[in-house]
């Protein structure tokens, strides 16, 4: 059952919300075909049912407008698509805005070749008819979420796109087919077949414009339309209408799945920005695989919007999820890794390694991702425990500034020196403060504290010299041998801000 939202306001009267959908603008997207000139009459001429609440109305005159694009493909006879377009919407008066677009060129500077033209053309047909609807939305002083943009797509059109989703390999969003309504494109048509809609238009005796192409199966929907379409009619004449229904309730069981999968990301994410998302990676492989593919697929559309998703690489970073790690490389390069019971998805991108550069004593650092690491020489207040006062102020800057004694890092007891910067190194050892003079790895220590091996180029080392020992792994631990002690009375600050 469809259902309709109340644009009414107190005591039965439209409310501020009618009153802009009464008055935002309707962009038909016309190209000269049967449907769209089928489109343009009964939008003019008859009652659509445009979405907006009314159910089958009306639209007045005033709201509507044409947009016809030239993709610049055939020559003469887009040159002649055009022109009937303009000389019919000037018949109807309605408003007509023609746009040129070299739709080869643009497929040929994105790589595209073949049936991607086909992609390209329609991705600008749609971003041009998003713009005239703003600017027709600017004008007439309404929201922009009031606008229309109608297509004419039919139910033969669903149906077709039903098997070109199947024979590509698809999910239930792909078998859904064609949606009634995404946004503020309506498709008003979708009840009709394109044989009702050509009937109509030889009744009313109006011509229209056959493209060519239509008729070339080297294209997947003319394959379609040509090759599949008639066998499969022959074994069920009412194939259009069946299949438009199983669209209809795929359609809404694919939205429901939609909601759901949106809840659990939601619930999954434990860091997001910068270019990476990291989600709970045991309760993703916990999670029922039709929610778990969803959750993965949004992941990765928002980290790259424009990301061409196939099946077999979500399968891919379930695989690594249920194995609790390993890595892999999905749509546009994004790698998916496990790590510490998180699953880390990240555009591609490289961390920028700290240093090499000596840093003097006093003096500061920038580092490569706008943080910057400085160093200052204090000394101990009168009558304080130097070890006091060092472990007081690591607490209260959280580790991401530490006192440390100057002497033992090398710095003279004048008061001048420098130290040496940059990223982990195989191999490195430290005694971190804590351990009692034991050793540790430096790559356990990040192991540890969950850092990524993505992200360890950035993490700063501080250094007595290129080969001296390790001071300062920032902010995780400092040096056991280099801390304040009794004795210490020229205190050096290291701090990462």
């Not at 749609?126 to 713009?131: F, H, I, N």
């Not at 024979?167 to 498709?187: D, F």
């Not at 356990?444 to 700063?460: K, Q, S, Y």
């Amino acid at each position: 059952m469809r259902r309709y939202a109340s644009v009414r306001g107190r005591g039965g009267r439209p409310g501020p919300a009618a009153d802009d959908e009464a008055r935002a603008p309707v962009v038909l997207m016309v190209s000269g075909g049967a449907d769209s000139t089928a489109l343009l009459l009964l939008a003019v001429g008859s009652e659509l049912d445009i979405d907006d609440g009314r159910g089958r109305a009306r639209i007045a005159r005033e709201r509507l407008h044409v947009l016809h694009v030239n993709h610049q493909l055939r020559g003469d006879d887009a040159l002649g698509d055009e022109a009937f377009v303009c000389g019919l919407c000037a018949e109807l008066g309605v408003p007509c805005t023609v746009r040129r677009v070299d739709v080869a060129g643009l497929a040929a500077q994105a790589g595209s070749a073949g049936g991607n033209i086909e992609n390209v053309g329609r991705e600008e047909r749609y971003r041009l008819a998003g713009e005239l609807a703003n600017r027709l939305s600017a004008s007439l002083g309404t929201p922009r979420s009031a606008a229309r943009i109608l297509t004419a797509h039919t139910a033969s059109d669903r149906a077709e796109t039903f098997f070109m989703n199947a024979i590509r390999g698809t999910g239930t969003s792909g078998l859904s087919s064609i949606p009634r309504r995404r946004n503020r494109i309506v498709r008003p048509l979708l009840e009709r077949t394109h044989e009702e809609l050509c009937e109509l238009l030889s009744l009313k005796g109006i011509a229209w414009r056959e493209d060519a192409t239509n008729a070339d199966t080297r294209y997947l929907r003319s394959f379609v339309r040509h090759e599949i379409m008639p066998v499969a009619l022959g074994r069920n004449p009412q194939l259009v209408s069946a299949l438009s229904n199983t669209c209809e309730i795929l359609s809404d069981e694919d939205a429901y799945l939609g909601q759901v999968a949106a809840r659990s990301y939601r619930e999954l994410v434990r860091r997001s920005g910068e270019g990476v998302v990291a989600l709970d990676a045991r309760r993703l492989g916990a999670a029922d695989v039709s929610i778990a593919r969803r959750v993965v697929r949004l992941a990765i559309l928002g980290l790259s919007p424009a990301a061409r998703i196939e099946s077999a690489q979500v399968a891919r970073v379930l695989r690594i999820v249920a194995q609790g790690c390993g890595s892999c490389n999905v749509s546009l390069g994004i790698d998916a890794r496990v790590e510490y019971g998180l699953l880390f998805l990240r555009v591609p991108r490289r961390t920028a390694s700290v240093g090499p550069a000596w840093i003097d004593v006093p003096g500061s650092m920038r580092l490569p991702d706008g943080r910057t690491i400085s160093a200052r020489l204090t000394s101990v207040p009168a009558g304080s425990s130097p070890e006091e006062v060092a472990r007081a102020h690591a607490l209260e800057w959280g580790g991401r500034s530490v006192y440390l004694d100057a002497v033992a890092c090398g710095v003279s007891p004048s008061g001048r020196g420098r130290l040496w910067v940059d990223a982990p190194a195989a191999g490195d050892v430290m005694c971190p403060l804590g351990m009692h003079g034991q050793s540790k790895k430096l790559s356990d220590l990040l192991n540890e504290a969950h850092i990524p091996a993505a992200d360890r180029p950035g993490v700063p080392v501080v250094r007595s010299g290129p080969t001296g020992q390790v001071l300062w792994v920032s902010p995780l631990r400092c040096d056991e041998r280099v801390r304040c002690v009794p004795t210490t009375r020229l205190v050096l600050e290291l701090a990462l801000s």
